[in-house]
Each structure stands twice: as structure tokens, then as C-alpha cells.
């Protein structure tokens, strides 16, 4: 057990939560058994920032849109309030009370956001935007475009490639046969442009034996 003779001493560690609830380990930083510096002696949960921002939804369909709430298990201690945001008007709230709904998309887009209650008060909020039926139609053939257009300049950048390695390849291949039959003008031009370099060579020794003499 803990060495109780020693004062104790409580470090709590990092809330591993982005927004709304998470869990926290506690630490005893004094009096813990045999030579450990710290040992944990609970986990209890903690709280982030409230304000989440855009979440993103658990399915993103062509016709409907599942969403969650912030929420740790047992999902039923939290009451769960679920708005349709309105520019320039008062939130409307809606009458799910679960920790997911399901949206499906209308003519025009619609932001949702979800509060997370506890004991009357807020502890986490997220929002999401579900996006009318034409933009996601749009969205979907602006992708398809974008890989289109990404695949095209692939295949232009692989084919630039394989066209300059065939034309490498068939000119070493064609040297190679002008070596080949016409081998005697090559090693005669080899052989005389040795024998110059010779006599080059020895010309610059019989100088630099007259600059000595």
C-alpha cells in the first residue's frame, strides 16, 4: 500500500479531450510504494473547452447525414439539445433529445448544432452543416473533375517518360549497329586518333628536353 508516514502530494494529468468531457489520470507524486516517483491513484473525468466548432458527421451520404453530440458512456446522463441555426434569427430547437440525428438533405443548406447538458448547464456544443442535395451534386462532380484532371496529368507526366526512354533506348541501339558494321572506320579512326595523341606526347617531352638542355 502507499507509505502513509509521508506527506502526500497530488499532480493531475493532461485532459485528453479536444472539447466538452474527457478523462484525466490522477498522480501521487510522494509516499508511493518501493521506488516509483509517481503512481496513479485514480482516473476521474475533466472538461475542455466548451465550444467544439464543425464536427464531422459519423455518415456523409447523397441523401442523408447522421450526426453526434459530444458525449462519454452512459450517453443517457446527458441531456442532449439539438438547434437549427437561422442567420439573423433566434436558434429553432428541435424536438430530438438523442445523441445522434439523422438529417436528410433538402433543397437548401441547413446548419445543426448540438448542446450537451449537464445538471442544466452546457459542456460541450459541436455544429454541422448539411448541404443541399445540388451542392453535394456539385461537390461530387467537382471531385470527380479534380481525379480527372489529376489522372490526365499522370498519364501525360508516364507517357513523356516511356516516349523518352524508347527514343534513349533506340538510339544506343542504332549506335550500336552503325559500331557494328561499320567497325573497321571506327577502330581506324580510334587507332589514328591514339597514334596523334603519341606523337603529341612525345613532341611535348623532346620540348621540355630542349627547354632543360
Known amino acids: 500500500g502507499l507509505n502513509t508516514s ?34 496513479i491513484v485514480r482516473v476521474e473525468e475533466c472538461r475542455g473547452p466548451v465550444d467544439y466548432g464543425w464536427g464531422i458527421p459519423i455518415s456523409d451520404g447523397l441523401a442523408c447525414v447522421k ?20 442567420p ?18 433538402d433543397t437548401h443548406s441547413v446548419t445543426f448544432q448540438c448542446e450537451t447538458q449537464e445538471n442544466g448547464n452546457t459542456i460541450a456544443s459541436v455544429k454541422y452543416t448539411v448541404y443541399a442535395t445540388t451542392e453535394m451534386q456539385t461537390k461530387k462532380s467537382r471531385r470527380i473533375e479534380i481525379g480527372q484532371a489529376r489522372r490526365m496529368t499522370t498519364d501525360a507526366i508516364l507517357i513523356f517518360c516511356l516516349v ?4 534513349v533506348t533506340v538510339g544506343v541501339i542504332f549506335t550500336m549497329i552503325f559500331m557494328i558494321l561499320h567497325w573497321a572506320v571506327v577502330k581506324s ?10 606523337q603529341d606526347k612525345k613532341l611535348a617531352n623532346r620540348s621540355s628536353l630542349r627547354n632543360k638542355e
Not at 506527506?7 to 493532461?14: A, I, N
Not at 450526426?67 to 439539445?81: D, H, L, Q
Not at 439573423?88 to 438533405?105: F, G, Q, Y
Request: charged content about 20%; aromatic content about 8%; overall charge negative.
Open 164 to 167: 523518352t526512354g524508347i527514343i
Open 67 to 86: 450526426m453526434p453530440c459530444i458525449y462519454i458512456y452512459p450517453e443517457n446522463r446527458f441531456k442532449y439539445v439539438w438547434k437549427m441555426l437561422i
Open 88 to 105: 439573423d434569427k433566434t436558434a429553432h430547437i428541435l424536438p430530438n433529445d438523442s445523441a445522434i440525428m439523422e438529417v436528410c438533405r
Open 189 to 198: 579512326i580510334w587507332e589514328s586518333k591514339s597514334g596523334q595523341d603519341n
Open 6 to 39: 509521508v506527506s502526500t502530494e497530488v499532480e493531475f494529468g493532461v485532459c485528453a479531450v479536444t472539447c466538452g468531457i474527457g478523462i484525466r489520470e490522477v498522480l501521487l507524486t510522494s509516499g508511493c510504494p518501493g521506488t516509483e516517483a509517481k503512481c
